[in-house]
């Protein structure tokens, strides 16, 4: 009888990663399937960060680094923070990390304790409950709602905090439901996290670049906070660099070393040649390279919301941010078609997967069973074929 850790055995697989894994399947069983599960932008890699990549490999640029990044690489991510967010960090508080999703499990396991509470707004990412789970904290979960923008308030986060609170994890723009906190939201926010001298930030802001309301707000501007707020971020989505893994944390210094400790021992540094692209990336100007792609996802948001207008049953936000749209499918529920009857939205997304051959995430990954995500980070025609099969499947329904 094979024997797993009760580690692995209380933590789920993402479902993100699982719905693409069985949209792949289905595409090699000769299936047409229009896959809009993954967070990938459908864009390439810009050629300058290609080519700084390949002369690396020429010079030989392959033996290890320092654990959180070399040198050089952390002074431009400092001087990244202070152009972009006017935030002020030093190389000795720069991690980098085989992605974001590293750099927040570092953070997490570097601070939660078992039995520590961790506030996790919902709809969240479904990597932050997970790795909760391996820390052996406590989610405290504050539900949100369409009306609300998805997005928390500082009398709510007040409500929610107790003794054993050590951190929240919050990420704007949002993934999944491309919600974007303002400067004031932030604010207020971090004057209730002030209160409570034990209580951390983890501030998830990967999609710092795919932002349609303006500049980006960073929840480490506010001094009275900084020194407890961990940014995370990274080159997957603003550069196209899924594949590349690279993130990056900016906190203060003894979480830096603690994370580049635990680091160590789990992968050491990341791939030398994806940071010798990341450093190219760091200093690229945003009008010639960056704000191409996110005007085109601004185009695809509004062509999504757009079709989706014309499908019954389906409410939303309207996302300032990533590319995601994040609908609530209640008005399904309950309705039936041959062998599907829709309890919730795993089997409105199973439905959607094997009628329309749409492959969309279940609500349930992010803290909701009555939502869809699709992300729309692929090209306009395809949007467009996946809205129609999906306004004709959902028609069968009833």
Same mark, same amino acid.
Not at 258 to 264: E, I, L, N, T
């Given at each position: ?89 030093? $190389?000795?508080?720069?991690? %980098? !990390? ?6 927040? =499990?570092?953070? @997490?396991?570097? /601070? #939660? *304790? ?6 996790? $707004?919902?709809?969240?990412? %479904? !990597? ?6 391996? =820390?052996?904290? @406590?989610?405290? /979960? #504050? *539900? ?255």
């Amino acid at each position: 009888m094979p024997h797993l850790s009760d580690r692995v055995n209380q933590i789920s697989e993402s479902q993100t990663i699982a719905m693409a894994r069985k949209s792949r399947e289905l595409k090699a069983a000769g299936i047409d399937i229009i896959s809009l599960s993954l967070g990938e932008p459908d864009f390439t890699t810009p050629q300058i960060i290609k080519d700084a990549a390949k002369k690396a490999i020429d010079e030989n640029f392959s033996y290890y680094t320092h654990v959180s990044g070399y040198l050089e690489l952390r002074q431009a991510i400092c001087e990244k923070f202070k152009r972009d967010n006017n935030l002020i960090y030093t $190389p000795d508080e720069i991690v %980098v !990390s085989t992605g974001a999703k590293q750099s927040i =499990a570092n953070a @997490v396991l570097c /601070i #939660i *304790n078992k039995g520590d509470e961790v506030i996790i $707004p919902s709809p969240f990412w %479904v !990597s932050y409950l997970e790795i909760l789970k391996l =820390a052996e904290g @406590v989610p405290k /979960i #504050i *539900n949100t709602n369409i009306e609300a923008d998805f997005k928390i308030t500082a009398k709510q986060l007040e409500a929610a905090i107790t003794p054993k609170t050590r951190m929240i994890i919050l990420s704007t723009p949002c993934n999944p439901t491309g919600s974007v906190y303002t400067k004031a939201e932030l604010k207020a926010l971090a004057e209730v996290v002030s209160k409570h001298e034990e209580l951390y930030i983890l501030s998830d802001e990967i999609y710092e670049h795919i932002n349609f309301v303006g500049g980006h707000e960073s929840f480490a501007q506010f001094d009275f906070i900084k020194d407890r707020v961990i940014t995370i971020n990274g080159v997957s989505k603003g550069f196209a660099m899924t594949g590349w893994r690279g993130g990056i944390m900016a906190a203060p210094k003894w979480i830096a070393q603690a994370c580049d400790k635990m680091q160590g021992q789990f992968t050491s540094a990341t791939c030398s040649i994806t940071q010798r692209a990341m450093h190219v990336a760091m200093g690229l100007d945003y009008a010639t390279y960056i704000k191409p792609m996110r005007d085109a996802f601004l185009k695809r948001r509004d062509l999504v919301l757009k079709l989706m207008k014309d499908i019954p049953g389906l409410k939303t936000n309207v996302p300032q941010g990533a590319f995601y749209v994040y609908p609530e499918i209640s008005a399904y529920i309950g309705k039936k078609f041959e062998k599907y009857t829709i309890n919730n939205a795993t089997d409105l997304s199973l439905f959607l997967l094997d009628i329309a051959h749409v492959a969309l995430v279940p609500g349930a990954a992010f803290g909701d069973d009555k939502y869809i995500r699709f992300s729309y980070a692929t090209n306009e025609e395809k949007l467009t074929e996946a809205l129609k099969r999906m306004k004709e499947a959902l028609a069968k329904l009833q």
